[in-house]
C-alpha cells in the first residue's frame, strides 16, 4: 500500500461546482498534513495546512479525519483558475513530507 | 526576497554524459531537499540535508546519483553517467524549522538524456 493515496482524476467541473478530493495516508503516526497546488510545468505550492479541527480559506476547505486516515479539501464556486493539480502532503517525525500523486482538477466554462 | 533558485531550468544531454544541477536554497534556510517528478512515479524525494549535513539519501535511486552541500547557500545533485531513465523534473526545495513546515520549492530543472 503507498503511503499516501490519491485518486489522479482527471475531475471535470464546470465553472461555479463544488467539488471535492479525498487522500488516504497509510501511517497512523503522521504528524501534519498539507494540500499543495502544481500547476501545469510549475513547481508545487503550499495551498493550505490542514488542522484536525479542520480549516477554511475563502472557497477551499481542509479536513483530517484521523481515525479513518484521510484528509479531504473542498472547493466551493470553482473558477477557471483553479485548474490545476492538487498533491496530498503527509509528514512524519522530523516532518520530512511524502507526497501524493496529486488529484488533476480541469474547470470549464 | 528571491526564493529558491535552480539552475540549468532546461538540459538535454546525451546518455553517459555527467549532468549537475544547482539550486540556492533561500537565506536562512535550514533544511534543502531534492525531489525528482515523473508521470510515473509522481514527487520523489532524492536527498536532504539539514544545516549542510546529508540526513536521508536512501530516496537516490543508485550510485550514478549524488549530493552535496558545501555550504548553506549552494548545493549540487550530480548523475554520472546519466542514462535516458533519468529524465524527469528535479525540484529542490528548502525550508526553515520551525516555521509551519512549509516547503519552498524551485522551479525545477527539465531534464531530458537523449
Known amino acids: 500500500r503507498k503511503e499516501v493515496e490519491q485518486d489522479p482524476g482527471p475531475f471535470n467541473v464546470p465553472e461555479g461546482a463544488t467539488v471535492a478530493f479525498n487522500c488516504t495516508y497509510s501511517n497512523s503516526a503522521s504528524q501534519s498534513f498539507f494540500w499543495y497546488r502544481q500547476d501545469c510545468r510549475k513547481e508545487p505550492k503550499l495551498l493550505m495546512s490542514v488542522y484536525s479541527s479542520g480549516n477554511e480559506d475563502g472557497r477551499f476547505t481542509a479536513q483530517l479525519n484521523r481515525a479513518s486516515q484521510y484528509i479531504s479539501l473542498l472547493i466551493r464556486d470553482s473558477k477557471l483558475s483553479d485548474s490545476a493539480t492538487y498533491l496530498c502532503v503527509v509528514t512524519g517525525g522530523s516532518y520530512i513530507p511524502t507526497f501524493g500523486r496529486g488529484t488533476s482538477l480541469i474547470v470549464h466554462p | 526576497d528571491a526564493g529558491v533558485i535552480q539552475s540549468p531550468r532546461h538540459e538535454v544531454t546525451e546518455m553517459g554524459q555527467e549532468v549537475t544541477l544547482r539550486c540556492k536554497p533561500i537565506?536562512?534556510?535550514?533544511?534543502l531537499f531534492w525531489y525528482r517528478q515523473t508521470m510515473m512515479r509522481g514527487l520523489e524525494l532524492l536527498i536532504y540535508f539539514n544545516n549542510n549535513v546529508p540526513i536521508d539519501d536512501s530516496g537516490m535511486p543508485e550510485d550514478r546519483f549524488s549530493a552535496k552541500m558545501p555550504n548553506a547557500s549552494f548545493s549540487t545533485l550530480k548523475i554520472q553517467p546519466s542514462e535516458p531513465r533519468d529524465s524527469a523534473v528535479y525540484f529542490c526545495?528548502?525550508?526553515?524549522?520551525?516555521?509551519?513546515?512549509?516547503?519552498?520549492f524551485g522551479p525545477g530543472t527539465r531534464l531530458l538524456v537523449l
Open positions: 537565506s536562512g534556510h535550514d533544511y
Open positions: 526545495a528548502s525550508r526553515l524549522t520551525g516555521v509551519a513546515e512549509t516547503q519552498y
